[in-house]
T-cell receptor
Framework: DAKTTQPNSMESNEEEPVHLPCNHSTISGTDYIHWYRQLPSQGPEYVIHGLTSNVNNRMASLAIAEDRKSSTLILHRATLRDAAVYYCILSAVYNFNKFYFGSGTKLNVKP | DAGVIQSPRHEVTEMGQEVTLRCKPISGHNSLFWYRQTMMRGLELLIYFNNNVPIDDSGMPEDRFSAKMPNASFSTLKIQPSEPRDSAVYFC???????????????FGQGTRLTVV
């Protein structure tokens, strides 16, 4: 499975937008891009996923580069509850939820 | 729905003892995953079931680990004998895989924190 590269940590101010980058230069044409986050002492939870086009949902937006070698998760207004480890994961379409997690980005939100 | 339910939430056992972790997936989901999380190795996929059948167990560390899914609403992960290096948080996740390729997202349980002393 293709690997992803994320910064170890990022910091944001409350109520400001946050852009979390992810590089996946070895992505294949049928790989989906998933984002999950893990709040302290909880299991990972789904944030968003996409294939080629940008995606929006109630939690976040996903911007996918035209060559698909990178993507950015956008939290439009960070809250304290958004402090978590964010994982960018690739999976093949035939193993849609079979994930190999990396180390993720630990997001700290300052009040 | 109550989500993915794992039990127990915490387990402390002595080295050499058998440990059984339990998972109840979300009703209607047909895919189930077991993951293990440690500080050193992060989140690791152990095994993946689809329609109660193990599809990929390549992540199972060794023969001391075994997983079963006797029906669509229950799965177990057993460690026998347990060792201190098995100490970790074990997560179960479920999702639905539809014919034609569409899938729901994965829903994770709260995890079981296992400590082997």
């Amino acid at each position: 499975d293709a690997k992803t590269t994320q910064p170890n940590s990022m910091e944001s101010n409350e109520e400001e937008p946050v852009h979390l980058p992810c590089n996946h230069s070895t992505i294949s044409g049928t790989d989906y891009i998933h984002w999950y986050r893990q709040l302290p002492s909880q299991g990972p939870e789904y944030v968003i996923h996409g294939l080629t086009s940008n995606v929006n949902n109630r939690m976040a937006s996903l911007a996918i580069a035209e060559d698909r070698k990178s993507s950015t998760l956008i939290l439009h207004r960070a809250t304290l509850r958004d402090a978590a480890v964010y994982y960018c994961i690739l999976s093949a379409v035939y193993n849609f939820n079979k994930f190999y997690f990396g180390s993720g980005t630990k997001l700290n939100v300052k009040p | 729905d109550a989500g993915v339910i794992q039990s127990p939430r915490h387990e402390v056992t002595e080295m050499g003892q058998e440990v059984t972790l339990r998972c109840k997936p979300i009703s209607g989901h047909n895919s189930l995953f077991w993951y293990r999380q440690t500080m050193m190795r992060g989140l690791e996929l152990l095994i993946y079931f689809n329609n109660n059948v193990p599809i990929d167990d390549s992540g199972m560390p060794e023969d001391r680990f075994s997983a079963k899914m006797p029906n669509a609403s229950f799965s177990t992960l057993k460690i026998q004998p347990s060792e201190p290096r098995d100490s970790a948080v074990y997560f179960c996740a479920s999702s639905t895989r539809y014919r034609g390729g569409r899938n729901t997202e994965a829903f994770f349980g709260q995890g079981t924190r296992l400590t082997v002393v």
